[in-house]
């Protein structure tokens, strides 16, 4: 009876993690949707744009070249959740373990998608930070944003709009994508939230209202950094605390989960923090994996030491660190990365949505089960054009 259960489990999760998949995919509101039916990879060819010149009467035109430039939007990357599942367990659990995992499965392969996505923004050719609008060359200052009398919310996202359609982006197409907390204070300065005719799903994918004449997007995926400068040696029992989740730096290590090991330098703590941060499964005699929730939460965060520092990148959203180091190892100020752009602008090719796959153990009633996607990302040398990066502060630096 085994194969018999192995269907129906497979029907069943398939259609629920992809109705919950679509549902809140913000991604799939905003992408340009490529096709790629076989193989990985399609070719996106462009012709190269050209300047006007002047016609004079009687005049012989040099007849210039038209040329074309090729970009290429690869599928390669394939997140997944797997389990295994035996029969016995199934009829003795008291509770339906299979819709948690359909629940958990949706939403951590949401987190992946849309963090990818939007991590995409910064290839923008465009920024608008405290310097004003201008091109994106990596380096950007980020603006705190302020509410009440002397609120600087309308001059920025308004400005950073301007700026891309006097450069030729369709006003009309614009999308504004940042997170809940800047979305609240858009509320308070008049966002259009009473919006007829738009179907419920945008909603759930994040559509907000109407804000400056862009559709708002209230984006829990976009990609934010700080740093936590540590050039001194930390002290035993200094805490880093990242979206919820608690390091400790100590002396000896121990066995309690998130535990670091400080080491005999700055450089030592910043390599072993950077280390736990990158695989926080795995224990080390530089530090202790964490619980399988914290993990989780921290999938999308990464790390780079360097002698006096640690800097910490999340496609996860606003950061929401602290940290109560000694001395001057202080959190610098947190960044998250929000933008305008046309919808489109990023490429996406899913293909099939989310799969399914089972393998039975031969020897035990036991079916594993393996839930993914498959898709590619790509900002196109012309889509570099329709897109702004903002990067706004959404935490001081520690002082």
């Known amino acids: 009876m085994a194969n018999t259960f192995t269907d129906v489990v497979k029907l069943h999760y398939a259609e629920a993690t992809q109705e919950n998949l679509e549902k809140t995919l913000t991604a799939m509101d905003l992408a340009g949707m490529i096709d790629i039916p076989n193989g990985t990879t399609k070719n996106l060819p462009y012709v190269q744009m050209r300047a ?117 982006a369709n006003g009309n197409a614009l999308a504004l994508c940042i997170d809940d907390f800047i979305s609240a204070d858009l509320t308070t300065l008049g966002m259009e939230t009473n919006v007829s005719g738009v179907a419920d799903v945008s909603y759930t994918r994040g559509f907000q209202g109407k804000f400056g004449g862009m559709n708002a997007y209230a984006v829990s995926m976009l990609t934010s950094t700080t740093t936590l400068d540590m050039a001194t040696i930390p002290t035993d029992g200094d805490v880093l605390i990242v979206q919820g989740v608690t390091f400790t730096f100590k002396t000896v290590l121990g066995t309690t989960a998130g535990n670091v090991l400080i080491g005999a ?34 999938e999308a965060i990464s790390a780079a030491a360097t002698a006096t520092s640690t800097a910490i990148t999340s496609r996860n959203g606003a950061l929401m660190a602290s940290s109560t180091n000694s001395g001057a190892n202080d959190l610098t100020a947190q960044v998250v990365n929000a933008c305008i752009m046309e919808k489109g602008a990023i490429k996406m090719a899913l293909r099939n949505g989310v799969k399914v796959d089972t393998r039975d153990e031969p020897l035990k009633l036991v079916t594993n089960y393996f839930i993914y996607a498959r898709y590619g990302l790509k900002v196109t040398t012309r889509s570099k054009e329709r897109m702004v990066v903002i990067p706004l502060v959404s935490a001081a630096a520690e002082l």
């Open 265 to 298: 330098s700055a450089a030592t703590a910043n390599t072993n923090l950077t280390a736990l941060i990158n695989a926080a499964g795995t224990t080390t005699a530089q530090g202790v994996a964490l619980a399988a929730d914290d993990q989780a939460i921290l």
């Open 52 to 168: 006007t010149g002047n016609y004079t009467k009687y005049t012989n035109q040099t007849i210039q070249d038209v040329t074309t430039g090729n970009d290429t939007i690869v599928i390669n990357t394939t997140p997944m959740v797997n389990f295994a599942m035996d029969v016995i367990d199934e009829g003795d659990n008291y509770i339906d373990v299979k819709s948690e995992v359909i629940h958990d499965a949706s939403y951590q392969i949401k987190k992946r998608i849309d963090g990818d996505f939007f991590n995409q923004v910064l290839n923008a050719k465009w920024k608008y930070d405290a310097n004003g609008f201008g091109r994106n060359i990596g380096t950007l200052s980020p603006i705190t944003l302020t509410t009440g009398a002397s609120q600087n919310i309308s001059t920025t996202f308004g400005k950073a709009k301007a700026g891309l359609t006097n450069n030729g």
